[in-house]
Nanobody, 122 residues
Framework: VQLQACGGGLVQAGGSLRLSCAAS????????MGWFRQAPGKEREFVASLTRHHGIASIADSVKGRFTISRDNAKNMAYLQMNSLKPEDAAVYYC????????????????WGQGTQVTVSS
């Protein structure tokens, strides 16, 4: 089982990034997908999730209207489009896969990627 997140980097405030998550080794289409982030000294927090079948999205209030989650089951890929980035969005972003449970709870997720760093300069 592998989840590999990429697409992070350094961006100016107001800019955009698109994170990608490549999944392998499990039945991707049978899993809910989620994105979490963790800034230095802070706990990991929920960013967005997308259900496995109907593609119902759940977005954290802090990023609502700026971030969009999507998935391509044919390619075993999940994405996080991040627009209008703010310095407070800087963190390591993780993709994760959950077979069951609430999309907002980190404990619900079975598999985790290694994380990709997002840095936002003011």
């Amino acid at each position: 089982v592998q989840l590999q997140a990429c697409g992070g980097g350094l961006v100016q405030a107001g800019g955009s990034l698109r994170l990608s998550c490549a999944a392998s080794g499990f039945a991707f289409s049978s899993f809910h997908m989620g994105w979490f982030r963790q800034a230095p000294g802070k706990e990991r927090e929920f960013v967005a999730s997308l259900t496995r079948h109907h593609g119902i999205a759940s977005i954290a209030d802090s990023v609502k209207g700026r971030f969009t989650i999507s998935r391509d089951n044919a390619k075993n890929m999940a994405y996080l489009q991040m627009n209008s980035l703010k310095p407070e969005d800087a963190a390591v972003y993780y993709c994760a896969a959950a077979f069951a449970g609430s999309g907002r709870r980190a404990s619900s997720y079975d598999y985790w990627g290694q994380g990709t760093q997002v840095t936002v300069s003011s």
